[in-house]
Each structure stands twice: as structure tokens, then as C-alpha cells.
């Protein structure tokens, strides 16, 4: 390509400010700086733009106005701009926190998301080191990935239901970077018993158009119905509390004197 192709036409990862040191990779740009790009017209013939991690939800809604009207000298590559699912699906009380988009069915048992992450999601809120994404962010996303999917699409009822984790086993391959990424869900196992259903799933996450996964989260959780859940915590703390106490009692006690 020539020099002058290159002034030309520019194409760009777009994170949000805290990614500091993957920000130093050329072809990054942080979300203050496309802002201000996109502001003053300071812009190349052409500009294609790959959303990355980090921009909230306010800041993406922003980049798209920004984009629209800049268009068609500025666009999206062909991920498009992601979306937050729905808040109440992922059992998260602030927007900020949510970590997956919309869900989409591609078989009867596998599902995919967009990693929408939010650079002030409290799963990074004291822990950002290096380049990557840390492991923690990934499991969270993992999880209310699992929610959304089982929320969403196979759960029947309208009872309000908890759910509980059984086991959580997490493989790591190779770094997750703060550019776009997905995850897939599939389903490998559900079964149905007296107090609730048992699934097991694998999630895996993906750059780009890889098919093999940076990192995969296989996990087994048990959705119980809330009020026999609530009893069962219950039963459980005031179990747990009364033990406490009666080894506390025992520590405490003065022992009795020996008469000579």
C-alpha cells in the first residue's frame, strides 16, 4: 500500500481511556481521542472503526450520533456497535456493571453474545494490569452470561427463582484483549428435579473470527424456585451461627476447679 493510501484511508480499535498500555498497539485510539477527531473533522478520506472494550453506555450511544454524522467518510466494521442486554436479565443492579449484549440462539442448545464492557464495571474497578482483560472480568461475564441464556430461553414459569452455582471450572489459552469479543454458550446438560433444574454449560470467548476460544468457563448451576431457596439459606445461616456459637461457648468456658 502507498504512503499516500495510508493518509487516506485509516482504520482504528477504539477502547475506552483506562486501557493505558494497550493503548500504546498502533491502530488504537482511545475513546476521548476518536471523540475529539470526530468533533473537529480532523479526520483521513476513509476511517473504519472497531469498537472495543471499556466505553459505557452513554459513550457508545455518543461515538454512534458522532458516526451518523460523519457518515459515510466514517464507519463500522461489520461488528457493528454493541448493545447492553437487559439489566434485569443479568441480575446486575447498575447499568455499568453489565457485561454481555442482546442474546442470539444459533442452535437449540448454543447461544451467542457480544463482551459489552464497561471500563468502570466494578470487576475492574481496582484491578487493571497490563494489556488483557483480567481473568475475574472474564468469569463475571461468564456468569451473567449464563443468566441472561437461561432467563431468556429455557426457563418456563413466571415464579421468581434464585440461582445457585454447583461448580465453576475455567480454562485460560491465550490473553482476552479489550477489543471486540464474543461469547458462546452451549448447552451440555439440564435436568429437571423436585427443588429446581440442574444445567451445565461451556462458554467460551472469541476474538475476532477465531473459532477456537481465548478462554473457556465450563460451569454447573441449580435454578431453585426463591422461596425454597430463601428457607434453605435460612436453615443454613442459623445452622452455621449456632455452630459458631456453641465453639465460641467452648473456648470461653472456665474449666472447673480441682478440689485438693
Known sequence: MSHAAQETHEALVVVGDRFEEFL??????AHSALLTRLRTGELPESLALSVGQGLSAGQLDELRELVELRSPAVAFGKQ????????????????????????????????????????RVEVLEDHLTGQHIPAITLLEAARQFWTVVTEQFLLTGTDRTRFVIGS???????????????????????????VGTVFRCRIGFHHGEATAPAAEVEAEYRVIPEKISAKQEALAARQAVVSEVARLREQTTPAESVAV
Open 168 to 194: 465453576v471450572n475455567s480454562s485460560f489459552h491465550s490473553f482476552v484483549f479489550p477489543m471486540s469479543a464474543t461469547l458462546s454458550y452451549e448447552l451440555l446438560e439440564h435436568t429437571r428435579t423436585p
Open 80 to 119: 457493528g456497535l454493541p448493545s447492553h442486554a437487559e439489566q434485569r436479565l443479568t441480575h446486575k443492579h447498575k447499568q455499568r456493571n453489565v457485561l454481555v449484549g442482546p442474546v442470539g440462539q444459533i442452535g437449540e442448545r448454543r447461544f451467542v453474545a457480544d463482551l459489552v464492557l464497561d471500563e
Open 24 to 29: 500504546v498497539n498502533r491502530g488504537t485510539i
